[in-house]
């Protein structure tokens, strides 16, 4: 299994960014992908699903500025990120199934003036 991370920067508050995330190794288009980020000091912590009938589920710290995508065909996960916030700083890590297996390096994200 591969996961890659990639999309990240930095950015200033009001600013959007889109995440990319590359997996193979697994049959893609049968799983639960998501979008977990950790802080810096702080755990885990789960941003956002997209189950393999596209039905997605976000963390209400997220809600309404994040939204995931995924395409089948590609292999591909997306997390689109608007009206970014000082506290979304963190590296993002797209996992996979339904336990969120954490397989990449992740992408760091910063939210700064």
């Known amino acids: 299994v591969q996961v890659v991370e990639s999309g990240g920067g930095l950015v200033q508050p009001g600013e959007s960014l889109r995440l990319s995330c590359a997996a193979s190794g697994f049959p893609f288009s049968t799983h639960k992908m998501s979008w977990v980020r950790q802080r810096l000091g702080k755990g885990l912590e789960w941003v956002s699903d997209i189950n393999s009938d596209d039905s997605t589920d976000y963390s209400d710290s997220v809600k309404g500025r994040f939204t995931i995508s995924r395409d089948n065909s590609q292999n591909m996960v997306y997390l689109q990120m608007n009206s970014l916030k000082a506290e979304d700083t963190a590296v993002y890590y797209c996992?996979?199934?339904?336990?969120?297996?954490?397989r990449g390096q992740g992408t760091q994200v910063t939210v700064s003036s």
């Open positions: 996992t996979y199934g339904e336990a969120r297996e954490l």
